[in-house]
């Protein structure tokens, strides 16, 4: 499986950005959202299974941040709302084959190459 992430760039604190994840060449029961700000470990950020139907947050994007899925695109998108200087981070697409929405990078099996979210104050 193949994921390539993008949508990341520079926006301002209060404003929004989209990210998206396309996934390649098998199936998967999970994607995720992790993010990983210099010097901190990687972060659970948001999953969603594959129908659709499931999705898990962490507590600190619930109501910034939505997970969704395109079925007919293979594509995965994080619309970040209300974004602040904390949210600066690469953020990387991730994707597992078994069942469960895991918060644990671990569990993971596929990874994108990470696109850059920064926000200026």
């Known amino acids: 499986v193949q994921l390539q992430a993008s949508g990341g760039g520079l926006v301002q604190a209060g404003g929004s950005l989209t990210l998206s994840c396309a996934a390649s060449?098998?199936?998967?029961?999970?994607m995720a959202w992790f993010r990983q700000a210099p010097g901190q470990e990687r972060e659970f950020v948001a999953a969603?299974?594959?129908?659709?139907?499931?999705?898990r947050y962490a507590d600190s994007m619930k109501g910034r941040f939505t997970i969704s899925g395109d079925n007919a695109k293979n594509t995965v998108h994080l619309q970040m709302n209300n974004l602040k200087p904390e949210d600066t981070a690469v953020y990387y697409c991730?994707?597992?084959?078994?069942?469960?929405?895991?918060?644990?990078?671990?569990?993971?099996?596929?990874w994108g190459q990470g696109t850059q979210v920064t926000v200026s104050s």
């Open positions: 991730a994707a597992k084959v078994d069942y469960g929405l895991s918060y644990v990078a671990r569990e993971y099996t596929y």
């Open positions: 969603i299974n594959w129908n659709g139907r499931s999705t």
């Open positions: 060449g098998g199936f998967t029961y999970g």
